[in-house]
C-alpha cells in the first residue's frame, strides 16, 4: 500500500472510449467503419501497401501521416526480403490487437502495468501455399501467443486480462473466425 | 364485448403468481390460456427435463414445497401437477383452449381479441415467458435437408432420433443436458461451444443454488446490474436437475466422451466451421465460475460459517483439446441430425402495441411496459433482479407489478391519461435475508 496512492495510467483513456460506447449505440450509424489500404506491386514477390484514410463516424478520417509498408518474402523462397512476409503482417496486427486490449482492460479495471511482452508464433506447414497437398491447409496450423505482465495484479487477474482482451479483439475475431472475402477485378 | 379489469395472459407459474396477488387485491381478472394451466411445461419440454432450481426454492404466493425431497429436482412433469393444483388453490380465474390473437390499446385500457371474443380491460399482464419460441440462427437454412433438424421444443428423447452422429449446437443448460442425454444413447455427440455459464451443482455440501441466494446473487436489482443488457441475454448456466445432483459441465462431457468443438460460424462449402477461439470461451467461463466461488468463499468466512462447511476448493479448469476441429464436412454422412440449443425467445407477436426497442424487445422498467401505461410483462430474464427467470424469483416480481398495477388503477380513476409511474423506490425488492435460506 503506497503513501501516496497515485492513480494508475496505462495510457489509455478509457472514458473517452465508454463515451463514445454510449454514443455509438445511439448513432449506430456513424459506429460503421472501413479500413483501407492500397497496395502496388513492385517486382516479384514484393509489394508496397499504403494505409492513410478510413471511413468512421460519418465522414472521412485520415491518419497522422501516410504509413507505408514493404511485403515480400524471404531469400529461402527464392525471393529478395525486402519486407515482412504478409503472415507475419497478420502475426503483428493479432499481437498489437491483443497487447492494446491488455492496456486498455488493465486501466478500466485500475491496474497499474509496470511492462507488458509478447511473443507470437504462427506454426505453418508450407506444403499448403505449395500446393504440394490438398490435406493442407494454406493458413496457419496453430497460433500461439505468450504474454509476460509486470504488475501489481495476481496472476488470477493478469489471466483475466488476457482472457477480456480476446474476447474483445478485432484481430483475435478475424483470425479465429469465418470472414466473407471478396475479390474483384476492376 | 366482455369488461374487466385486468388480462394475464398466460397460466404458467408468473401468471398464476400474478393471478393469485390480483385475487388478494380484490382486482377482477381473468387468465387466458391458449392450452391448459402449464402448457409449456406440458407440451414444449421434453420428458426427461427437471428444473434447474432444487426444490426448496419452488415457492409461489401462499405456496411453499412441502415434499419430502427438498434437495431434490422437480421433473416437467411434476411441476405440471404443482401448477395444476397451485391454480385450483389460488382460484385463479383460467380462461382454458383461449389463444390470444392481438392486443391494442382503446379507450379506458386495451383490447384483447381472443379466441373469437373480444375483451376489454384496463391494465394486461403478459405472462407467455420467456421461451416461447426457440431462437434458430439463420445458418440453420445452410444445413442438409438430409439432416434431421430439431429444436428443444420439437426434441423429446433420443429414441426419436435416427442412428449416428449428433451434432448439438449450443452448450448452456439445454445444450449440456441433452448432448450427455443422447450421447448416452450411442449416438456420438459433437458439441459446438460459445459462450456459456460454468457452476457446479455442488459447493462445499450446498446446492449452488443455495449460495446464489445466500450470497444474494440472486436478489441484485435490474437497476443495480453493471450491464443490463448484457446481464439480460446470458446463456442459462450449464446445470442439469438430476437425481444424483451431478455437474454437467464440459469436462463431465468429455470424459463421456462428447466431442467439444468451438462456436458455429458459418457453412461454407458443406463444411460448418466452428470457432477457433474455443480455448478463450473456456478460460472465460472458468474465471467467471472462479470469482463466484470466491464471493462465496468470502461470505461464507464473514458469517462465521468455515467450521461447519466443508472447506473451499476450486475445480479443475475446462480441458480443451488443442486440436479440436474446426470444421464438419456436413455431407459426409457422419452427422445425421443438428439438435439446435441456440436459445429462446418471448413471443408477443400479437402484442400490437408500439412498445419495442430496435433489436424487438420490450421496453420496460422492471416489468412496467414503457409508454403503454397499464401493460405489464413478468417472466423476462432479470426483470427485476436475477431471480426474475426462476419460479420463485416470478413470483415475488408478481407482487410489486400487482401493487403498482393497483396503483395505476386507483391514479388512472383521478387523473385520465397519466402516464406509465416510474416504479417507486418501496416497491423494488427488498435484498433477501440470507439468514432465511436453507
Given at each position: 500500500?503506497?503513501?501516496?496512492?497515485?492513480?494508475?495510467?496505462?495510457?489509455?483513456?478509457?472514458?473517452?472510449?465508454?463515451?463514445?460506447?454510449?454514443?455509438?449505440?445511439a448513432?449506430?450509424q456513424?459506429?460503421?467503419?472501413?479500413?483501407?489500404?492500397?497496395?502496388?506491386?513492385?517486382?516479384?514477390?514484393?509489394?508496397?501497401?499504403?494505409?492513410?484514410?478510413?471511413?468512421?463516424?460519418?465522414?472521412?478520417?485520415q491518419?497522422?501521416?501516410?504509413?507505408?509498408?514493404?511485403?515480400?518474402?524471404?531469400?529461402?523462397?527464392?525471393?529478395?526480403?525486402?519486407?515482412?512476409?504478409?503472415?507475419?503482417?497478420?502475426?503483428?496486427?493479432?499481437?498489437?490487437?491483443?497487447?492494446?486490449?491488455?492496456?486498455?482492460?488493465?486501466?478500466?479495471?485500475?491496474?497499474?502495468?509496470?511492462?507488458?511482452?509478447?511473443?507470437?508464433?504462427?506454426?505453418?506447414?508450407?506444403?499448403?501455399?505449395?500446393?504440394?497437398?490438398?490435406?493442407?491447409?494454406?493458413?496457419?496450423?496453430?497460433?500461439?501467443?505468450?504474454?509476460?505482465?509486470?504488475?501489481?495484479?495476481?496472476?488470477?487477474?493478469?489471466?483475466?486480462?488476457?482472457?477480456?482482451?480476446?474476447?474483445?479483439?478485432?484481430?483475435?475475431?478475424?483470425?479465429?473466425?469465418?470472414?466473407?472475402?471478396?475479390v474483384?477485378?476492376? | 364485448?366482455?369488461?374487466?379489469?385486468?388480462?394475464?395472459?398466460?397460466?404458467?407459474?408468473?401468471?398464476?403468481?400474478?393471478?393469485?396477488?390480483?385475487?388478494?387485491?380484490?382486482?377482477?381478472h381473468?387468465?387466458?390460456?391458449?392450452?391448459?394451466?402449464?402448457?409449456?411445461?406440458?407440451?414444449?419440454?421434453?420428458?426427461?427435463?427437471?428444473?434447474?432450481?432444487?426444490?426448496?426454492?419452488?415457492?409461489?404466493?401462499?405456496?411453499?414445497?412441502?415434499?419430502?425431497?427438498?434437495?431434490?429436482?422437480?421433473?416437467?412433469?411434476?411441476?405440471?401437477?404443482?401448477?395444476?393444483?397451485?391454480?385450483?388453490?389460488?382460484?385463479?380465474?383460467?380462461?382454458?383452449?383461449?389463444?390470444?390473437?392481438?392486443?391494442?390499446?382503446?379507450?379506458?385500457?386495451?383490447?384483447?381479441?381472443?379466441?373469437?371474443?373480444?375483451?376489454h380491460?384496463?391494465?394486461?399482464?403478459?405472462?407467455?415467458?420467456a421461451?416461447?419460441?426457440?431462437?434458430?440462427?439463420?445458418?440453420?437454412?445452410?444445413?442438409?435437408?438430409?439432416?434431421?433438424?430439431?429444436?428443444?421444443?420439437?426434441?423429446?428423447?433420443?429414441?426419436q432420433?435416427?442412428?449416428?452422429?449428433?451434432?448439438?449446437?449450443?452448450?448452456?443448460?439445454t445444450?449440456?443436458q441433452?448432448?450427455?442425454?443422447?450421447?448416452?444413447?450411442?449416438?456420438?455427440?459433437?458439441?459446438?461451444?460459445?459462450?456459456?455459464?460454468?457452476l457446479?451443482?455442488?459447493?462445499?455440501?450446498?446446492?449452488?443454488?443455495?449460495?446464489?441466494?445466500?450470497?444474494?446473487?440472486?436478489?441484485?436489482?435490474?437497476?443495480q446490474?453493471?450491464?443490463?443488457?448484457?446481464?439480460?441475454?446470458?446463456?442459462?448456466?450449464?446445470?442439469?436437475?438430476?437425481?444424483?445432483a451431478?455437474?454437467?459441465?464440459?469436462?463431465?462431457?468429455?470424459?463421456?466422451?462428447?466431442?467439444?468443438?468451438?462456436?458455429?460460424?458459418?457453412?461454407?462449402?458443406?463444411?460448418?466451421?466452428?470457432?477457433?477461439?474455443?480455448?478463450?470461451?473456456?478460460?472465460?467461463?472458468?474465471?467467471?465460475?472462479?470469482?463466484?466461488l470466491?464471493?462465496?468463499?468470502?461470505?461464507?468466512?464473514?458469517?462465521g460459517?468455515?467450521?461447519?462447511?466443508?472447506?473451499?476448493?476450486?475445480?479443475?479448469?475446462?480441458?480443451?483439446d488443442?486440436?479440436?476441429?474446426?470444421?464438419?464436412?456436413?455431407?459426409?454422412?457422419?452427422?445425421?441430425t443438428?439438435?439446435?440449443?441456440?436459445?429462446?425467445?418471448?413471443?408477443?407477436?400479437?402484442?400490437?402495441?408500439?412498445v419495442?426497442?430496435?433489436a424487438?424487445?420490450?421496453?420496460?422498467?422492471?416489468?412496467?411496459?414503457?409508454?403503454?401505461?397499464?401493460?405489464?410483462?413478468?417472466?423476462?430474464?432479470?426483470?427485476?433482479t436475477?431471480?426474475?427467470?426462476?419460479?420463485?424469483?416470478?413470483?415475488?416480481?408478481?407482487?410489486?407489478?400487482?401493487?403498482?398495477?393497483?396503483?395505476?388503477?386507483?391514479?388512472?380513476?383521478?387523473?385520465?391519461?397519466?402516464?406509465?409511474?416510474?416504479?417507486?423506490?418501496?416497491?423494488?425488492?427488498?435484498?433477501?435475508?440470507?439468514?432465511?435460506?436453507?
Open positions: 500500500m503506497t503513501i501516496t496512492d497515485r492513480p494508475v495510467d496505462n495510457g489509455v483513456n478509457v472514458q473517452a472510449l465508454l463515451d463514445a460506447r454510449d454514443a455509438l449505440s448513432a449506430p456513424a459506429a460503421q467503419f472501413t479500413w483501407r489500404a492500397s497496395c502496388t506491386w513492385r517486382n516479384g514477390t514484393h509489394s508496397q501497401s499504403t494505409v492513410a484514410g478510413f471511413t468512421g463516424l460519418g465522414t472521412e478520417q491518419h497522422r501521416t501516410t504509413y507505408e509498408f514493404d511485403v515480400d518474402h524471404p531469400e529461402c523462397f527464392a525471393s529478395e526480403d525486402n519486407g515482412a512476409t504478409p503472415v507475419e503482417f497478420v502475426l503483428v496486427g493479432l499481437v498489437g490487437c491483443l497487447t492494446a486490449g491488455v492496456a486498455a482492460v488493465a486501466q478500466h479495471r485500475s491496474i497499474q502495468l509496470r511492462s507488458v511482452t509478447a511473443t507470437i508464433e504462427g506454426a505453418m506447414n508450407i506444403l499448403g501455399i505449395l500446393g504440394a497437398d490438398p490435406e493442407v491447409r494454406n493458413g496457419f496450423e496453430a497460433i500461439t501467443v505468450r504474454f509476460a505482465i509486470d504488475a501489481d495484479a495476481s496472476r488470477e487477474d493478469l489471466e483475466a486480462l488476457i482472457a477480456q482482451s480476446q474476447k474483445r479483439s478485432a484481430v483475435f475475431d478475424v483470425v479465429t473466425n469465418p470472414t466473407n472475402v471478396l474483384e477485378l476492376a | 364485448m366482455m369488461k374487466t379489469t385486468a388480462v394475464v395472459i398466460g397460466a404458467g407459474h408468473a401468471g398464476l403468481a400474478m393471478s393469485r396477488r390480483l385475487t388478494e387485491r380484490s382486482i377482477d381473468v387468465v387466458l390460456e391458449r392450452g391448459e394451466v402449464a402448457n409449456s411445461w406440458r407440451t414444449q419440454r421434453w420428458p426427461s427435463l427437471r428444473l434447474l432450481t432444487p426444490n426448496w426454492l419452488t415457492r409461489l404466493p401462499g405456496y411453499d414445497y412441502a415434499g419430502d425431497d427438498p434437495d431434490g429436482y422437480l421433473p416437467a412433469g411434476s411441476l405440471v401437477d404443482v401448477l395444476a393444483r397451485y391454480a385450483r388453490f389460488a382460484g385463479a380465474p383460467v380462461r382454458a383452449a383461449t389463444t390470444v390473437h392481438a392486443v391494442r390499446t382503446a379507450p379506458g385500457g386495451f383490447e384483447i381479441q381472443a379466441n373469437d371474443d373480444m375483451l380491460a384496463r391494465a394486461v399482464v403478459l405472462a407467455t415467458g421461451c416461447a419460441r426457440p431462437a434458430i440462427p439463420a445458418i440453420a437454412g445452410a444445413f442438409p435437408p438430409s439432416i434431421t433438424a430439431l429444436t428443444p421444443v420439437t426434441y423429446r428423447d433420443p429414441g432420433l435416427p442412428g449416428g452422429g449428433v451434432l448439438v449446437v449450443g452448450a448452456s443448460a445444450g449440456v441433452l448432448a450427455g442425454e443422447i450421447h448416452r444413447s450411442g449416438r456420438p455427440v459433437t458439441l459446438a461451444v460459445g459462450e456459456h455459464v460454468r457446479p451443482r455442488r459447493y462445499r455440501g450446498r446446492d449452488v443454488f443455495w449460495w446464489l441466494h445466500a450470497t444474494g446473487v440472486l436478489a441484485e436489482r435490474y437497476d446490474v453493471d450491464d443490463l443488457t448484457r446481464a439480460r441475454h446470458l446463456p442459462s448456466p450449464q446445470l442439469t436437475g438430476s437425481p444424483q451431478a455437474t454437467t459441465d464440459l469436462n463431465a462431457l468429455t470424459a463421456q466422451g462428447v466431442r467439444i468443438v468451438g462456436r458455429l460460424g458459418r457453412v461454407s462449402n458443406g463444411l460448418a466451421q466452428f470457432s477457433g477461439s474455443l480455448a478463450n470461451t473456456c478460460s472465460l467461463a472458468d474465471l467467471k465460475m472462479n470469482r463466484f470466491a464471493r462465496a468463499d468470502e461470505w461464507a468466512t464473514a458469517r460459517l468455515d467450521g461447519e462447511l466443508p472447506p473451499p476448493h476450486r475445480f479443475a479448469p475446462t480441458r480443451v488443442p486440436r479440436s476441429p474446426l470444421e464438419l464436412d456436413l455431407s459426409g454422412g457422419e452427422i445425421t443438428v439438435l439446435w440449443a441456440t436459445g429462446f425467445r418471448p413471443d408477443h407477436s400479437w402484442l400490437d402495441i408500439p419495442r426497442d430496435r424487438g424487445h420490450i421496453r420496460h422498467d422492471g416489468g412496467v411496459v414503457t409508454g403503454a401505461p397499464g401493460l405489464y410483462v413478468l417472466g423476462l430474464p432479470v426483470l427485476r436475477r431471480a426474475s427467470t426462476y419460479i420463485h424469483g416470478a413470483a415475488t416480481d408478481s407482487e410489486a407489478l400487482a401493487d403498482h398495477l393497483c396503483s395505476f388503477l386507483s391514479s388512472e380513476r383521478r387523473w385520465q391519461g397519466i402516464r406509465s409511474p416510474r416504479l417507486p423506490a418501496r416497491w423494488l425488492p427488498r435484498p433477501s435475508d440470507p439468514a432465511t435460506a436453507r
